[in-house]
């Protein structure tokens, strides 16, 4: 992972010698062509003639027989010729079977081209086929065209959305330029409501409630239909939506979809009920559970899938893994998913965000940051709102920990802003909020911190991860309040619900949240088992980053121990009042200070003033220069 790290801080070196920087790499890699594609390039240059004649004659070159077929349906004398459009489809399937998704979705458009105008019904058909091909590739001018040829052909309204919603899926994450489509998608839908593939619409671009209510209609229609691919995909498609909205029995919804045994690659594997199954055990983390799911899918996307769910396995095992504290094995899964999308092309939302997810767990906090930083960016340009708050949310996290904290919550706060009016009902989805209430606790913003405590769904259970998530984070704003021995209290119990579910990060950084209460509360003992406990945890999990940071806190302790007669002679301050005056005296303004030692800013204006009376100084100058002498 290091040379991904190296060019996510713009230090290494270029992909293919066009620069360091990931947008060009990623902007670079959409536009790179292979070998073979040469030729083509060529011949694209050419007049009409010229080029039937060049195709011709590649079709008698070239060893490949699917691409000689390629060369063949190019250079077609006649409009349509039946041996060859049979001869084009066949090939298809195979560069279909063998993966090449783009190769196969152009062969279907020109068997269809091919296929004479007194069989409509097959050449529809190839276009159809075409078109979830482009959709699989990520080609939206192929899907496009595609679909334009479905929609000449005097389709049925499901033909006509299935087309649509191909052009919608090419473009994965970028929904930025299909907007319209999902209307025409719904319009199409209202008058045939056995068109199913509109849920996808819905619930891609409009009120979750519709398209829970679409997606029960879809079940029912396709169980009634005796079609059980489609039922499959209709149940889990309700099943997704039942645990965002936190209504109906997603479990079993999820099992009824399994129990139809339709292969994970009938509808694309991102879309099957087998990898929801996988993504809800590490929603609820059953890790190990999650992990042979997902496992068992990548056997499948090796021989079947495209590009996009290998991608999508890989970031779901990284999250896996950084949840199971086996942080070298996230950064190889999420060092994997990212360069597949920069090779092949595609969103950099998604895999930047596992990246920095990675990154900040077991790399490097400057690392996380940067990729957080292009996820953010290439979320927003390409209109994927949820990748684009996860990146927010990694960028805020990291901030937090670095003591970054005004970073912190201005990346919260944007986060909130837009994430809204969408916020799932079931936390244990997106886990943002805990952060976010621990930086303006940091930040002393402590009504909106409560403000945000208040929003903790009643339906989570508080013995669960994700509630214990929220308890440290209610415990760190009882401190704040005075009640230390209760927000100690919270943060065992909540320690102890991650060591039960198998969480040693989660479990770690909430002994280091006891030990900084416990630290700022000149309790040196029990911070430094606190400490220590976490550092334990944090070595077995490879977790670099945070083990820097938390011995610098014990290595605070051990210095204060040893410098105590030394800080005695400095007019008498206490260890807190000792370490305050050292960082005013090299800089920080009295909000970082609060910052760093976990205080507020009022406090710490009353301890300057104390200090100040016990050194007899009434400036920070003054305050440098007592220092000075102090230490002789």
Known sequence: MADRAAWACGTGPGLLGYGSDPWCR?????RYWVPRALADGVVGSAGQQERTDAHRSLAYAEADPVHAVRHRALSRPEATDQCLAEDTAEAAGRARADGERALSAELFVLAAELTPVNRPALRLSRFLTAAREAAAAGDSNLARRAANAVAASRPTPAEHVAALLAVVDSHSQALAGVAGLFERCRRLASSDPQSLAAIRANVSNSDPHEALGAARKA??????????????ASLTMRARMERVLNEGDSRATLDRALALDVAAEADGIANSPQYLAARHAIFDDRLAEARSRLTVLLAVAEQHGQEEDLVDI???????EVRSG???KALAWAGKALDASVAAGLSLGPACYT???AQSAGGSFAAALRYAAYGERAAREEGDVLHRNRNLWMAGAVRLHTGDINGAVTAFALLDRTEDSRRPADPSVFRWQPDAIEALVAAGELTSAQNMILTFPATARQDSATGAGWTRARALLLDRAGETDRAVKLLRAAAEVFRRDGLPLEEARTHLARGRIQCAHRRQAAARTAFQDARDLYVLARAQPMLATVQEHLDRLDGQGRSRSREEGRAG?????ARLADLVSRGATNQQAAQQMYISVKTVESMLSRIYRKLRVRSRAQLLAALLAHTG
Not at 220 to 230: D, F, I, Q
Request: aromatic fraction near 6%; charged fraction near 25%.
């Open 219 to 232: 079940a029912e229609l396709a169980r009634s239909a005796g079609r059980p691919a489609l039922e499959a």
């Open 573 to 577: 301050l206490t260890d807190s009042e």
């Open 326 to 328: 086996a942080c070298a």
């Open 26 to 30: 990623w902007r670079t890699c959409r």
């Open 314 to 320: 890989w970031r779901s095992l990284a999250e896996v």
């Open 355 to 357: 990246a920095a997810l």
